[in-house]
């Protein structure tokens, strides 16, 4: 069974700090990897998607990689600002059969101050 | 184009009662999954329907149903509500033609059971 850990659990930085947040599945079995951000009381909001056969995804200020054999992925914020506050949550995805189901972890929650 | 639309955004209900939930997915997308999500659990898969038919399916008791119309609108049908039940439900979709790509959520129910 895939399990999926987020650490740190919470962050709060200064605003202008690079930072990186990491997830960790048990399962190198990992087909595809999803990075999220869920605003207080709000959906989810796809940020990235590290396909099957990617290692990387970036886009503006975020970059996010996927090392299966590790099972490990980084998402990298750089130059943070208050508007990155929010919750960040990975999902991956098994593969296979598994459509539309992604195993969450349980989320880094990120502060941003001015 | 209109985004994952969920309704109604609260409900409040009594144990014992039943209640539905529905969902209309991004212009286009055909397939609609459902997650609910508690403080305690995280973020946990109920099921994911495409083209009317359930492809996938959670470990859920067999209170929690679901169905699609052929416009693709999905519901989901939760009966004898449990305290328990209180969550944010949450779908969301994608062409899910392929594995490979992001899925995107609305912004919830939020089911409060008393």
């Known amino acids: 069974k895939q399990e999926v850990t987020q650490i740190p659990a919470a962050l709060s930085v200064p605003e202008g700090e690079n930072l990186v947040l990491n997830c960790s599945f048990t399962?190198?079995?990992?087909?595809?990897l999803q990075w999220f951000r869920q605003d207080p009381g709000k959906g989810l909001t796809s940020l990235l998607l590290i396909q099957s056969s990617q290692r990387e995804q970036t886009s503006g200020r975020l970059n996010a990689s996927l090392d299966k054999s590790s099972g490990r992925s980084t998402l990298y914020i750089a130059a943070s600002q208050p508007g990155d506050s929010a919750t960040y949550l990975c999902a991956g995805n098994a593969g296979g059969t598994s459509y539309g189901k992604l195993t969450f972890g349980q989320g880094t929650i990120l502060t941003v101050h001015p | 184009k209109a985004g994952v639309t969920q309704t109604p955004r609260y409900l409040i209900k009594t144990r014992g009662q039943q209640v539905t939930l529905s969902c209309s997915p991004i212009s286009g997308h055909r397939s609609v999954s459902w997650y609910q999500q508690t403080p305690g659990q995280g973020l946990q898969f109920l099921f994911e329907y495409f083209s009317e038919t359930q492809r996938n399916k959670g470990n859920f008791p067999g209170r929690f149903s679901g169905r699609q119309f052929s416009n693709s609108r999905s519901e989901m049908n939760v009966s004898t509500l449990e305290l328990g039940d209180s969550a944010l439900y949450l779908c969301?979709?994608?062409?899910?033609?392929?594995?490979?790509?992001?899925?995107?959520f609305g912004s919830g129910t939020q089911l409060s059971v008393l």
């Open positions: 399962d190198s079995a990992i087909y595809n």
């Open positions: 969301a979709s994608s062409s899910q033609s392929f594995l490979n790509e992001k899925l995107f």
